[in-house]
């Protein structure tokens, strides 16, 4: 049986709960191959990289014409720079979609929330279909939604890390208590990461280093396409409670001997 199962934000309906990236891989050339293989339809890539008047290796060229492009502000360090990034971005052509990410740590990376607040809620205001990177606070994600966000996207652990679902136990909370789509994105390093935040009920993860740094990203890609799949299917099909003890999968009574064995 084929269920119908649609993620829709910005009024865009996608069938894949998978977002790609463009960096980091050996070359561009390869992002139709990933594209393919993973079956994504939003693909996220950083303004810096975007010259439409270039005659040289542009990353856009390579990013099949299906896809949603989702420009992000990578290099923003306050609002007003995010602001600009997503403006340029769609005087450039790109669309109204874009993924604010304003960071002032250079350490660990990890986003400011005050900031992606007020760019946010300015961008929205504009038309944008916002999705902003966060760290997994509830107080922002709230603020966020009020703000006019499409989704919230927090992180899993640090970008490029490959670490996982460090921060498992504070999504589960923006999933149980947020009513726009959750995300996961940044941290997430093998395919049993995805499908882990996918069987928590998140709405979608975004995957660009653990695909770009393997033996293989096409392969890889594919791998992550049936993670994600397998992990929103047992989501929905609603996995059955644990318990502490041994719960038999059949009857014992009727063919064991529970006399006394003296």
Not at 124 to 131: C, I, K, N, S, T
Not at 205 to 219: E, F, H, K, S
Request: net charge neutral.
């Amino acid at each position: 049986m084929k269920y119908e199962d649609y993620l829709e934000i910005g009024g865009t309906k996608l069938s894949s709960r998978l977002f790609i990236g463009t960096g980091k891989y050996a070359s561009d050339a390869l992002i139709p191959q990933i594209a393919e293989s993973s079956g994504s339809q939003v693909i996220t890539v950083a303004l810096r990289r975007v010259d439409f008047e270039s005659h040289t290796e542009n990353v856009v060229k390579h990013i099949p014409k299906t896809m949603q492009l989702l420009p992000n502000t990578s290099g923003a360090r306050t609002s007003d720079e995010a602001i600009r990034i997503a403006r340029l971005a769609k005087a450039m052509g790109c669309g109204n979609w874009i993924k604010i990410e304003v960071i002032s740590d250079n350490k660990y990376l990890l986003p400011d929330g005050y900031e992606t607040v007020k760019a946010t809620e300015i961008l929205a205001r504009e038309g944008f279909v916002v999705l902003p990177y966060i760290n997994p606070d509830l107080m922002v994600a709230r603020q966020l939604q009020n703000a006019g966000a499409a989704a919230v996207m927090p992180l899993g652990a640090p970008i490029g890390s490959n670490r996982g679902l460090k921060t498992g136990e504070m999504i589960r909370i923006l999933i149980d208590e947020i009513d726009i789509p959750i995300i996961v994105d940044a941290g997430i390093g093998k395919p049993s990461h995805a499908c882990r935040a996918m069987e928590m009920g998140a709405a979608a993860c975004l995957v660009n280093t653990a695909i770009a740094g393997a033996n293989d990203p096409v392969r890889m890609a594919g791998a992550f396409a049936d993670a994600v799949r397998a992990g929103r299917a047992a989501f929905l099909a609603g996995p059955g409670a644990s318990r502490k003890t041994a719960s038999a999968s059949s009857p014992l009574t009727g063919f064991l001997d529970f006399g006394d064995p003296r």
